[in-house]
């Protein structure tokens, strides 16, 4: 059982509360998270809807930060740090230069996006990186997908704001990801923690690098941490 003591998480969806093939919310996951005894904020690039519908699910507090900074809710508030014009700027310009986003005609993966846009891996980085140049965006491969976004919205600003608004210490949280979107998340945590499977950028700016992938990494921590409170 989670204690009074139990510090702040920061948790990626995508590669780090993922089943071990890395598709689909491991199901363990949600009793830890229920049960800690302090703020979970939940940062990814996902569209805003599917982390807030994770938190409704878990049965936790809705602190979330969607689509790589863009999007920031404390609770109470939702704070939109880019908007969606330029990256759909580009994607237009992607598909008229003869390329597609790669996610079917109804492409659920962008319809609720707010400030970006993501692209199949599938699909040709190097044309769209120099389009996005062209409107001055960033593109980033977080591992699930190629993101199209403003340059200077983070997970980790993102963070800021909901600790602020809520009041806890970022210098006690954990952040536990898996790519180079996360390497903001883990610049504000007192203690950070990339999943096996992470990226080397994610490895790089982690405290420690787990021995186990996935959803089977973020739960050797939680259960670490929370031995260490007990």
């Given at each position: 059982m989670a204690t009074a003591d139990d510090p702040p998480l920061i948790l990626d969806i995508d590669g780090t509360l993922t089943r071990p093939d890395g598709w689909g919310i491991d199901p363990r996951i949600f009793d830890p998270i229920r049960e800690w005894d302090a703020p979970v904020v939940i940062a990814t690039g996902k569209a805003f809807p599917y982390p807030v519908a994770l938190c409704h699910f878990a049965g936790v507090p809705e602190f979330v930060v969607a689509e790589n900074g863009g999007v920031v809710y404390t609770g109470d508030d939702v704070y939109f740090t880019a908007d969606r014009?330029?990256?759909?700027?580009?994607?237009?310009?992607?598909?008229?230069?003869?390329?597609?986003?790669?996610?079917?005609?109804?492409?659920t993966v962008n319809r609720w996006r707010e400030t970006e846009i993501a692209i199949n891996l599938e699909q040709p980085i190097e044309p769209l990186r120099e389009i996005a140049a062209d409107y001055g965006l960033d593109v980033i491969d977080?591992?699930?997908?190629?993101?199209?976004?403003?340059?200077?919205?983070?997970?980790?600003?993102?963070?800021?704001?909901?600790?602020?608004?809520?009041g806890f210490d970022?210098?006690?949280?954990?952040?536990?990801?898996?790519?180079?979107?996360?390497?903001?998340s883990f610049a504000v945590a007192g203690r950070s923690f990339a999943v096996s499977n992470a990226d080397p950028d994610a490895k790089a700016a982690a405290d420690e690098v787990l021995e186990e992938p996935h959803a089977d990494g973020t739960l050797a921590v939680l259960d670490r941490v929370r031995e260490r409170h007990e």
């Open positions: 014009d330029a990256a759909q700027a580009v994607a237009e310009a992607y598909r008229a230069a003869g390329y597609e986003l790669g996610w079917g005609e109804e492409d977080t591992g699930y997908a190629y993101h199209v976004k403003d340059a200077d919205p983070n997970k980790g600003d993102g963070v800021e704001v909901i600790a602020d608004h809520v970022l210098e006690n949280a954990v952040a536990v990801g898996d790519s180079i979107n996360d390497v903001s």
